[in-house]
T-cell receptor
Framework: DTEVTQTPKHLVMGMTNKKSLKCEQHMGHRAMYWYKQKAKKPPELMFVYSYEKLSINESVPSRFSPECPNSSLLNLHLHALQPEDSALYLC?????????????FGPGTRLLVL | GENVEQHPSTLSVQEGDSAVIKCTYS??????FPWYKQELGKGPQLIID?????GEKKDQRIAVTLNKTAKHFSLHITETQPEDSAVYFC???????????FGAGTQVVVTP
């Protein structure tokens, strides 16, 4: 089983709202990722967690705040977003954050910021 | 950092024909090259991958080839079917921290 689940599937929020995206995997993977994908573009890496510790932050604005409460869960807390942050947010996981490791993606959360 | 170029951006093929998508990468240290298929409204799905110690890999109608010297790799889909219609992304693993660099994507349309 290579399933990564994400909730919610869709989210509409105002610029003053606070919301959270959730990601879960039960494959025993110790690396988890957040990607952002705009329409007709490839996924862009935002954050990498390795053994529940943040190992990569790709200069993402502080209005995006990741959290990894345990090895199976990954959250992305959203606050004071801008309309240009509207996108598909993808979570992925891999055995470890090492070379030659396959990343498995979830279905994504489609976010619309009004 | 790593830069991955992917061509063509769109590809229309007749059902039953073959489709080929090509990617080049810039960082000779990259050693893992996955291909993802993304259907409308879904997340990317891994369809095949290749590691740098292998030159070719095949899985039923899908094959990938890797030329490390030239720094390019290709996806080959034979006997295409309408359900192969999707956006395909190549990627290269840039470093040991798991950073995947994606190509721009190829929209494949298979017409019956």
């Amino acid at each position: 089983d290579t399933e990564v689940t994400q909730t919610p599937k869709h989210l509409v929020m105002g610029m003053t709202n606070k919301k959270s995206l959730k990601c879960e995997q039960h494959m025993g993977h110790r690396a988890m990722y957040w990607y952002k994908q705009k329409a007709k573009k490839p996924p862009e890496l935002m954050f990498v967690y390795s053994y529940e510790k943040l190992s990569i932050n790709e200069s993402v604005p502080s209005r995006f705040s990741p959290e990894c409460p345990n090895s199976s869960l990954l959250n992305l807390h959203l606050h004071a977003l801008q309309p240009e942050d509207s996108a598909l947010y993808l979570c992925a996981s891999s055995q470890v954050a090492g070379s030659q490791e396959t990343q498995y993606f979830g279905p994504g959360t489609r976010l619309l910021v009004l | 950092g790593e830069n991955v170029e992917q061509h063509p951006s769109t590809l229309s093929v007749q059902e039953g024909d073959s489709a080929v998508i090509k990617c080049t990468y810039s960082d000779s240290a990259s050693n893992y090259f996955p291909w993802y298929k993304q259907e409308l409204g879904k997340g990317p799905q891994l369809i095949i991958d290749i590691r740098s110690n292998v030159g070719e890999k095949k899985d039923q109608r899908i094959a990938v080839t890797l030329n490390k010297t030239a720094k390019h790799f290709s996806l080959h889909i034979t006997e295409t079917q309408p359900e192969d219609s999707a956006v395909y992304f190549c990627a290269a693993l840039q470093n040991s921290w798991g950073k995947l660099q994606f190509g721009a994507g190829t929209q494949v349309v298979v017409t019956p």
